[in-house]
Nanobody, 124 residues
Framework: QVQLVESGGGLVQAGGSLRLSCAAS????????MGWFRQAPGKEREFVAG????????NYSDSVKGRSTISRDNAKNTVYLQMNSLKPEDTAVYYC?????????????????WGQGTQVTVSS
């Protein structure tokens, strides 16, 4: 089992940047593909970005592609999401998740462990 704790959220103006972090503990971090998801009020949780176990493959949703970068440091058991050129529609609770699947998958149900989330609010 793995425990995930997100940090780095906050309030930022449109056009600004944030770097989210997700620290993992428990089983070997490098055994998991990792993903970032977000959920805005009244909406379903949606995929943002994913990274493979060794960090050699990444994928992004169309909504953040070109503005965000996912990365991981297996020595530090941490995955990051750098978000630039933020927009008000990026406002949501951001969750990191760990998957036993190869991939990384972009579907919620393929992820086995979830963090508690961190709030990102982008003001216009």
């Amino acid at each position: 089992q793995v425990q995930l704790v997100e940090s780095g959220g906050g309030l930022v103006q449109a056009g600004g940047s944030l770097r989210l972090s997700c620290a993992a503990s428990g089983r070997t971090f490098s055994s998991y593909a990792m993903g970032w998801f977000r959920q805005a009020p009244g909406k379903e949780r949606e995929f943002v970005a994913g990274i493979s176990r060794r960090g050699d493959y990444t994928n992004y949703s169309d909504s953040v592609k070109g503005r965000s970068t996912i990365s991981r440091d297996n020595a530090k058991n941490t995955v990051y999401l750098q978000m630039n050129s933020l927009k008000p529609e990026d406002t949501a609770v951001y969750y990191c998740a760990a998957s036993n699947s190869w991939g990384p998958p972009s579907v919620v149900t393929f992820y086995d462990y979830w963090g508690q989330g961190t709030q990102v609010t982008v003001s216009s």
